[in-house]
């Protein structure tokens, strides 16, 4: 079982910036597929990148491409999405997922079984 903890969510204005890491603990693998996702009010959760945390080339999402990056430390299994030039658009919880299992590379499309509690982003106009 794969614990997930997520951290770095704040209110900022538009146009800020903000980190928010995912580290995960409690298994034996050393190379996690993990994803950040995230839901508005109202609308339904969306799939924001993926990548492996000892490196591969992420997944972007069409609708993040250019402002949303990630970072990763392979020796603390964690993944950090980084969000540049923040939009009212952005407000949302952003959720870590982990697939243990990925058999074709790591995709937002694959299974994501494991989720963290969420940290919220709130961005003003």
């Known amino acids: 079982q794969v614990h997930l903890v997520e951290s770095g969510g704040a209110s900022v204005r538009a146009g800020g910036s903000v980190s928010l890491s995912c580290t995960a603990s409690?298994?034996?693998?050393?190379?996690?597929?993990m994803a950040w996702f995230r839901q508005a009010p109202g609308k339904k959760r969306e799939g924001v990148i993926s990548a492996f945390t000892a490196g591969d080339r992420p997944d972007y999402a069409d609708s993040v491409k250019g402002r949303f990056t990630i970072s990763r430390d392979s020796a603390k299994n964690s993944l950090t999405l980084g969000i540049n030039n923040l939009i009212p658009e952005d407000t949302a919880m952003y959720y870590c997922a982990v697939d243990l299992n990925p058999s074709l590379g790591c995709r937002l499309s694959n299974n994501f079984s494991s989720w963290g509690q969420g940290t919220q982003v709130t961005v003003s106009s």
């Open positions: 409690g298994s034996a693998h050393s190379n996690y597929c």
